[in-house]
């Protein structure tokens, strides 16, 4: 049977949001019989041509107010501004009815703002964009926001994380439709991964929480950044900020909604994710330099907070003349 597609756009939308999906499922085309296909509509939340936030122009299908059947799968794509962007209540309202006709629905990157302000998300298990995570969180108290996820499925709810993780959503919806072959096809003509290793928190510029500098929370924190290759055990932790160590535990964890060795790993995984980035240090030189008992220790921490090692850390985001030479 063939599938129906609507893609939800408005002015300001990220047009990789919009072209990513779009050319899986027409890719996908290509594999299918006709009876099979995917129909994409391109609903717009605002009349005539519409502006993507690089400056491509864009013309909608039809505007919201004039689509009135379901579809199988209705996707709102999202744009820099987004979470701060108010598109009116009769779009919400719409979207919120409309919804209910479809089969699936759900959002790329923060396309998740468009669900959520139509009470959408409620007591539901979504991803979105890393930095837009927080923010989605505090919107929607009673959703369940996982911030290193590329897709999740909640139901007939689906929702992907930043940009071009609405291609690796895209292709697990063909793959559930169609068999994971078709998707591998797909996946060959558009040069990427059907299954693309690691989460969002290997883009995340961070992992760790700072506190006010000036607290004795943050002068703790601050000890630990220039002492990572040190043991750094609680109660030295605890020295540093001149408090006991019951009280500086619970102080911590008040300020940073993590523990004090929660902190001492995040914070040498970002250390050595700096060190992979730019310099051509061997692997066992990473882990000294960042504080971690061997390479075999930070392989294991990298494989369990990013989803990669760290050689495929260095391979995805490391300086051109390193990985070129290796």
């Known amino acids: 049977m063939t599938r129906t597609v609507a893609i939800v756009v408005f002015s300001g939308a990220q047009s ?7 050319d899986v499922f027409a890719e996908a085309n290509r594999f299918l019989l006709p009876d099979q296909h995917y129909l994409l509509d391109v609903v717009g939340v605002e009349l005539g041509v519409l502006q993507c936030s690089n400056g491509l122009l864009i013309q909608a299908n039809r505007h919201f107010s004039e689509t009135h059947q379901g579809y199988d799968l209705l996707l709102c794509v999202g744009g820099p501004s987004l979470a701060q962007q108010n598109l009116g209540n009769d ?33 539901r298990i979504v ?19 996982e911030p290193d996820k590329l897709y999740i499925q909640d139901s007939n709810l689906y929702t992907s994380a930043g940009v071009t993780a609405g291609i690796d959503l895209s292709l697990y919806l063909v793959s ?20 693309r290793s690691g989460g969002q928190s290997q883009f995340s510029p961070f992992l760790t929480l ?10 703790a924190q601050q000890y630990v950044l220039a002492n990572l290759r040190a043991p750094l055990t609680i109660d030295e932790l605890a ?20 523990t004090p ?16 980035e730019t310099s051509q240090l061997p692997l066992k030189t990473v882990a000294y330099e960042c504080g971690f008992h061997s390479a075999h220790h930070m392989r294991i921490v990298f494989v369990r907070r990013l989803g990669v090692s760290p050689k495929q850390f260095r391979l ?4 051109p003349d390193y990985v070129s030479k290796n």
């Open 16 to 22: 990789l949001d919009i072209t990513g999906p779009m």
């Open 176 to 195: 559930k439709d169609h068999g994971p072959e078709v998707a591998l096809n797909v996946a060959k003509r558009l040069v990427v991964f059907t299954q």
């Open 91 to 123: 779009f919400y309202e719409w979207l919120a009815a409309h919804t209910q006709l479809c089969n699936r629905f759900g959002s790329i990157c923060n396309g998740a703002f468009m669900l959520a302000r139509a009470r959408l998300l409620e007591n």
């Open 127 to 145: 991803t979105t964009h890393w930095n837009d995570a927080d923010a989605l969180s505090a919107l929607c108290p009673n959703t369940q926001v």
């Open 210 to 219: 700072h506190a006010e500098a000036a607290s004795p929370v943050g002068q």
């Open 316 to 319: 995805n985001f490391g300086a």
């Open 261 to 276: 060795s929660e902190f001492v790993e995040r914070a040498r995984v970002d250390a050595a994710r700096a060190v992979l």
């Open 239 to 258: 020295k540093a900020a001149n408090m006991s160590v019951r009280h500086f535990t619970r102080t911590f964890v008040r300020e940073t909604k993590v």
